[in-house]
């Protein structure tokens, strides 16, 4: 029987996380949940503290890192004495743990190997949250991934190793309440005016400049549509130097008030949001793993349309639960499908089939005893 579990990531956010980060918030909800003594290990960003307890099973350890510690020995030097996966396992010991302790490494292959490499004899198991190509790690490994598509991605490289499905979900509490739609000024709204609503980073795989050209040409002939878009749109993309982002911005500030750009908001108050939409629309325009914007829409009774690359397909059923963008996506052929599916006689009927089918499918309640089922059968 597994007696305690550390759940860990790469050190990019603190948990819980402040904005968008679906792995970090997998983790909190379901570290809460579960009835295994579980201890959180994380990054320390400014305005958190080094431990919180969550509850009498839960609690959160965050390491940090000075900022002559960093410039010394993670930059300058690149001799780390003391490296994050050497100071999980401390913590771990601290836990304390036992030869029936797991340890969760969350989307990192290279923090993955560290541990097994530092802890050879530890039960360790690796949650993927999104497609990479795993090398230097053993063929049998033990594998948690949200969606089929993921599953038969890693069975691709690895034929013989151990990959169960655990999905992502919503606290249903707090979709099925009755807390009222945001409201902010900066948010104005008529009531004959239908709500386009995007959530998600603002980077090229996401495919919001392709939705914002698409409303571009939207409005020249439909008058009544407003555009929200959720999203950092001054994050900076390493790869471009963020002139994505740039024009991005361009496109927003030619949409002029019939755009309306939020920022990052906190996951914890994206259910309020989504009722000011009358259509969620996904773009991407990489093969999705799962999106957690997605259910967190159909949750909150929208319907969605998204694309086709990737598992979203799994859950979101063309006219069934949701419906589909087609291919090859264009924002041509956005347009034509966000008119096709928001004048649709059917679209109150698919939102409630999708939201239904959240419900039964997709809560944090039950995607935690999903993954006490699969630890407890790993390590057993």
């Not at 010991?93 to 097994?116: A, E, G």
């Not at 790869?239 to 994505?244: H, R």
């Not at 030619?254 to 309306?260: P, V």
Request: charged share 20%; aromatic share 10%; hydrophobic share 40%.
């Amino acid at each position: 029987m597994v007696d305690k579990i550390i759940f860990t990531v790469t050190p990019i956010f603190s948990i819980p996380p402040r904005g968008a980060a679906a792995v970090e918030t997998w983790m909190y909800e379901v570290a809460q949940r579960t009835s295994i003594p579980n201890r959180i290990v994380c990054i320390r960003n400014e305005g958190y503290a080094d431990f919180s307890q969550v509850s009498e099973n839960c609690s959160i350890h965050r390491v940090g890192f000075s900022r002559i510690y960093k410039r010394l020995f993670q930059k300058w030097t690149r001799l780390d004495p003391l490296p994050y996966s050497k100071r999980i396992l401390k913590i771990a010991n601290d836990f304390p743990v036992t030869n029936h302790s797991v340890i969760v490494v969350h989307n990192s292959m290279k923090l993955y190997r560290q541990i097994r490499q530092r802890a050879p004899q530890a039960k360790v198991a690796l949650h993927m949250h999104n497609a990479f190509e795993p090398k230097g790690i053993e063929h049998d490994v033990k594998m948690i991934v949200p969606s089929l598509f993921l599953k038969n991605y890693y069975h691709s490289f690895l034929p013989k190793a151990d990959i169960e499905i655990v999905p992502n979900g919503i606290d249903l509490k707090r979709y099925q309440s009755d807390s009222a739609p945001i409201s902010e000024p900066k948010i104005a709204i008529l009531p004959d005016e239908k709500v386009i609503f995007y959530a998600g980073r603002i980077v090229p795989d996401k495919g919001v400049l392709l939705l914002l050209q698409a409303f571009e040409q939207l409005i020249a002939t439909h008058k009544n549509l407003k555009l929200i878009v959720v999203g950092d749109y001054n994050e900076i993309n390493k790869t471009d130097g963020g002139a994505y982002q740039r024009e991005v911005r361009a496109v927003a500030e030619r949409l002029a008030d019939r755009c309306i750009m939020t920022g990052s908001l906190p996951p914890d108050q994206m259910h309020r949001y989504y009722p000011l939409g009358d259509l969620v629309v996904i773009p991407s325009q990489f093969q999705e793993p799962f999106c957690m914007v997605a259910i967190e829409a159909m949750g909150a009774g929208k319907p969605v349309l998204v694309s086709t690359r990737g598992g979203m397909v799994e859950f979101v059923k063309e006219n069934d639960t949701g419906y589909h963008l087609q291919e090859p996506m264009t924002a041509e052929t956005i347009a034509q499908d966000i008119v096709a599916v928001l004048y649709n006689a059917e679209l109150s009927d698919i939102a409630k089939r999708g939201q239904n089918y959240v419900y039964e499918h997709y809560s944090w309640t039950g995607v935690t005893q999903r993954f006490e089922e699969v630890i407890h059968g790993w390590f057993n």
